[in-house]
């Protein structure tokens, strides 16, 4: 099997997997540090795949540019403020989070 059919396959299992969630659901996990922001620049199944198949080097590279990082705390006021609803995929124990309602975070 190609890497590019298996990757699909991924993807398509994963994008079984989102969910909308409001940010005051994700708490606990906030306070765990288990919530990783995507930016809304990126395909959150593009990365939960990425995540999955542990590709450190392509996650660096996220994470230097700001595509990839944790919530920080002035978001995540903003998200608790508005509750905001969030595109979720949990990728044990991490829960990928995207806001697609706001194009300008990253």
């Not at 978001?75 to 044990?92: G, I, K, P």
Request: with cysteine; aromatic share 8%; proline share 3%.
């Amino acid at each position: 099997m190609s890497s590019s059919r298996n990757n699909d396959e991924i993807k398509a299992r994963l994008n079984l997997e989102t969910s909308h969630i409001r940010w005051h659901e994700l708490q606990t996990y906030y306070a765990r540090g288990q919530v990783v922001r995507v930016s809304s620049r990126l395909d959150l199944l593009d990365v939960a795949a990425e995540l999955t198949a542990d590709n450190r080097a392509q996650f660096e590279q996220w994470l230097a540019t700001g595509a990839v990082g944790e919530v920080t705390p002035d978001t995540a006021r903003a998200w608790y403020d508005c509750n905001t609803e969030l595109w979720a995929l949990v990728v044990a124990p991490w829960v990928l989070v995207q806001d697609r309602s706001d194009p300008t975070v990253h």
